[in-house]
């Protein structure tokens, strides 16, 4: 005994196929219609893609080999920060500056560190004038950086305050303890404390 399957069945099937297969184009049809005429190219992925990043760093270059701190108050010159290619369009969350120093030494024979409270470095982009446009990238209170008499040890890593307000976006950025226009520069109890491998930064948060 066999299966028997009238003509009308066979065109019954064909035509319930047909149903499902123009379903299933109408769908993908709605969809493709939906899509943009200009689709992204690849360089606005790019930018898009940019912005996921949390924060972009960038650092002075090279960083100090050796800056002193001593007890005469004067200016201390760091090494300029140079920023370039920020994506774009971008809105800054927040800018800090970043101190970093790989040692501190003691020359003084006594224990050693920053002598008076609220001292200060400053950024200011390059062309300004010290005194009118610079601002506080990081303080350092009394007995920051201390060190032991005659000794050396590791230095530390400073984060200053937000200072988005003034520091933009791209240029070159000036970064001093200023005495001579703002009576504002590190100094240390004895003579001399040593900051070797110094390196200053500005670190970039935005969306």
């Given at each position: ?157 400073l984060i200053g ?14 970064v001093q303890s ?30």
């Open positions: 005994m066999g299966f028997e399957t009238s003509v009308a069945d066979i065109e019954a099937a064909i035509t319930a196929a047909h149903a499902t297969t123009d379903a299933i184009a109408d769908a993908i049809q709605a969809k493709t219609d939906n899509l943009p005429a200009d689709p992204a190219d690849e360089s606005d992925l790019e930018t898009i893609l940019a912005r996921k990043s949390p924060f972009i760093d960038f650092w002075a270059h090279p960083a100090a080999d050796k800056i002193t701190i001593d007890s005469s108050a004067a200016d201390i010159a760091f090494p300029s920060i140079v920023v370039a290619g920020l994506p774009s369009g971008l809105t800054l969350v927040r800018v800090v500056f970043v101190l970093a120093i790989a040692n501190l030494k003691d020359t003084s024979a006594s224990d050693n560190y920053i002598n008076a409270a609220s001292k200060s470095i400053r950024v200011m982009l390059t062309g300004g004038a010290w005194g009118t446009n610079d601002i506080i990238a990081l303080t350092l209170d009394n007995l920051a950086l201390y060190t032991k008499a005659s000794a050396e040890r590791g230095g530390p890593v305050p937000d200072i988005k307000a003034t520091v933009t976006g791209n240029g070159t950025w000036d200023d005495e001579a226009a703002r009576g504002d520069a590190l100094v240390s109890l004895g003579d001399d404390l040593e900051l070797y491998d110094v390196s200053v930064g500005l670190r970039f948060f935005f969306q």
